[in-house]
């Protein structure tokens, strides 16, 4: 079998039936700080472990399977917004994220609540996803928001980084019970995650793995039998009878043949 159909086979096999059946869609993000704040009860200072231009990244999961709307407006709509108020399930949209040896995550054991929502019916257009979770007598989170002149989401309701007037992003996350600090930043790339069903994994794995095996021992074929000796002596005339048969860029065999 040829080598790039089975790439391909390879390729359909690891993305499997998710992209026609998935509800989650994940996008990889990175971003520069543009401010750092540690939080004491009402103030904050500068934090300086995240120093402004740090360099940030991390992923977004938006997940709309399990959101109640608010006005019955369903996402893509020119005004609508998605909640889940009892944090039950998938959460609408949540966040991985990571600036130098500072990381963060949405949390899983604390409740809380996440929305999405856009708007386009009057400018400028908005998209807009957030998640907080209470975890003691401080608050965790993130938030990103993309503004647009023109539409800041497709009709599915999934965000469009292309064009954007303005993409930010923050995060939020306690050091103690008193404490807890937020990062800002600026998005430079949103851009769709490669989806692969680890169910198919390992039967991809064997077919890409077969394939190298087989296109291995076809050239190993070739290499035998273009290294064989010959049976017949190289004349003049066997050169140029060879010569009709091969393609013209094999310039080791003989140009110079009697005429007809």
Same mark, same amino acid.
């Given at each position: ?37 540690l ?6 200072d ?13 992923t ?44 963060? &995550?949405?949390?899983? %054991?604390?409740?809380?609540?996440? !929305?999405? @929502?856009?708007?386009?019916?009057? #400018?400028?257009?908005?998209? *807009? ?17 993309i ?10 309701g ?12 923050n995060?939020?996350?306690?050091? &103690?019970?008193?404490? %807890?600090?937020?990062?800002?930043? !600026?998005? @430079?790339?949103?851009?769709?995650? #490669?989806?692969?069903?680890? *169910?198919?994994?390992?039967g991809?794995?064997t077919?890409?793995l ?40 094999? %310039? ?9």
């Open positions: 079998m040829n080598i790039k159909v089975l790439g391909l086979l390879t390729a359909i096999l690891l993305a499997g039936p998710m992209a026609a059946e998935a509800q989650s869609v994940v996008y990889d993000y990175t971003g520069v700080v543009t401010s750092s704040l939080f004491v009860g009402s103030g904050s500068p934090f300086t472990p995240v120093p402004i231009g740090t360099q940030v990244s991390g977004y999961t938006l997940d709309y399977s399990q959101g109640e709307p608010y006005f019955g407006e369903k996402p893509g709509s020119p005004e609508w917004e998605l909640y889940d108020p009892n944090r039950t399930g998938t959460p609408l949209f949540s966040t991985t994220f990571r600036a130098g040896q500072v990381v963060y &995550s949405t949390g899983n %054991s604390f409740p809380g609540n996440s !929305n999405v @929502s856009g708007q386009y019916d009057r #400018p400028p257009s908005f998209f *807009a996803a957030q998640e907080e979770w209470y975890k003691g007598e401080q608050d965790e989170g993130s938030q990103f928001v503004i647009n002149s023109h539409r800041a989401y497709d009709a599915a999934l965000p469009i980084f292309a064009g954007a007037q303005s993409a930010t992003g995060v939020t996350f306690s050091l &103690s019970n008193t404490e %807890s600090v937020g990062i800002f930043f !600026n998005l @430079s790339s949103l851009t769709l995650a #490669p989806e692969i069903d680890p *169910a198919f994994a390992p991809a794995l077919l890409l077969s394939g190298l095996a087989m296109a291995a021992g076809a050239r190993r074929s070739r290499s035998s039998r273009t290294s064989r000796p010959t049976a017949f002596p190289q004349t003049t005339s066997h050169a140029c009878a060879r010569q009709k048969l091969q393609p013209p860029h094999l %310039s080791w065999i003989a140009t110079t043949c009697p005429k007809a």
